[in-house]
DNA sequence: AAAATAAGTATAATATACTTGACATTATAT
DNA sequence: ATATAATGTCAAGTATATTATACTTATTTT
């Protein structure tokens, strides 16, 4: 699995740190951090409530496996 | 969680039975039941293999909650 | 009417998403 | 130089997605 880098391309756009962004959807930094770094798949239910907060959409983000 | 009737709709349109779609993206067949019925969120990986079959995207199946 | 296929539901077991806490590293400041 | 914030990683625990099995209720086919 890739790293998820529009993902991280979206948050620091609104200058957001992964703590930021985790605090933002309810979850904890080290569940944002293995996102980006792309340990691990989220449910479709995190990545709606990460959308919701950068501003994009599905495709946006998780459109493509890298 | 709603059902998921956008999903449904997309399989059937296929004629896809819900076993041939479970087959075509490597679940069960409960899986797929399952999703279609609102009982739980699947992870992205499974939302994309599941759109890759049905022709849609991520946005088109899983965008919104109902 | 019976037989077969599809769908919905339930329960127990397993795999994995996610948490918590800790530590190391890399920036960016003061 | 030394704090401080942000990031990356790891191990152990908890929550939940998914499997396997089984039963039930349509719906279709013979």
Same mark, same amino acid.
């Given at each position: &699995?890739?790293?998820?880098?529009? &993902?991280?391309?979206? *948050?620091?756009?609104? $200058?957001?740190?992964?703590? $930021?962004?985790?605090?933002?959807?309810?979850?904890?930094?080290?569940?944002?951090?293995?996102? @980006?770094?792309?340990?691990?798949?989220?449910?479709? *239910?995190?990545? *709606?409530?990460?959308?919701?907060?950068?501003?994009?959409?599905?495709? $946006?983000?998780?459109? @493509? @496996? @890298?």
């Amino acid at each position: &699995m890739g790293k998820n880098l529009k &993902m991280k391309s979206a *948050r620091v756009a609104l $200058d957001f740190s992964q703590k $930021d962004l985790a605090d933002a959807v309810g979850v904890t930094r080290q569940t944002i951090n293995a996102i @980006e770094q792309g340990d691990y798949n989220p449910t479709i *239910r995190l990545c *709606r409530a990460i959308c919701k907060i950068l501003g994009k959409s599905l495709d $946006d983000i998780f459109g @493509e @496996e @890298e």
